[in-house]
């Protein structure tokens, strides 16, 4: 049974730093992408990062460039989401997801939603001005 687990969101000032998990049971992450999304009350789902099975390239959506690193750990089938710089405009829940087919690639345009299957049940990040 495939299952996603986050944690890591926390409270934290402008400025600060966070590491997101996403753990992951049921299948092999180096065999399938992982993608971040985040949602922020009123707005709609964005696809912030995801990084490729395999050869791990990886995307990033504009607004974190520079500032957001994504990584996985495959002994511990464990991936990552270093945030740094964090300002207001990230506080949102976090999700980690994975897709049903294996060996999809993080394409050009990032993570669709539409492409991926399982998802976890978030953790928040908020951040103070």
């Known amino acids: 049974q495939v299952q996603l687990v986050e944690s890591g969101g926390a409270l934290v000032q402008f400025g600060g730093s966070l590491r997101l998990s996403c753990a992951a049971s049921?299948?092999?992450?180096?065999?399938?992408?992982i993608g971040w999304f985040r949602q922020a009350p009123g707005k709609e789902r964005e696809g912030v990062s995801c990084?490729?099975?395999?050869?791990?390239?990886?995307y990033y959506a504009d607004s974190v460039k520079g500032r957001f690193t994504i990584s996985r750990d495959d002994a511990k089938n464990t991936a990552y989401l270093q945030m740094n710089s964090l300002k207001p405009e990230d506080t949102a829940v976090y999700y980690c997801?994975?897709?049903?087919?294996?060996?999809?690639?993080?394409?050009?345009?990032?993570?669709?939603?539409?492409?991926?299957?399982?998802w976890g049940q978030g953790t928040q990040v908020t951040v103070s001005s």
């Open positions: 990084i490729s099975p395999r050869n791990g390239s990886t």
């Open positions: 997801a994975t897709p049903h087919v294996m060996l999809l690639p993080c394409g050009e345009r990032g993570p669709l939603d539409y492409e991926y299957d399982y």
């Open positions: 049921g299948f092999t992450l180096d065999y399938y992408a």
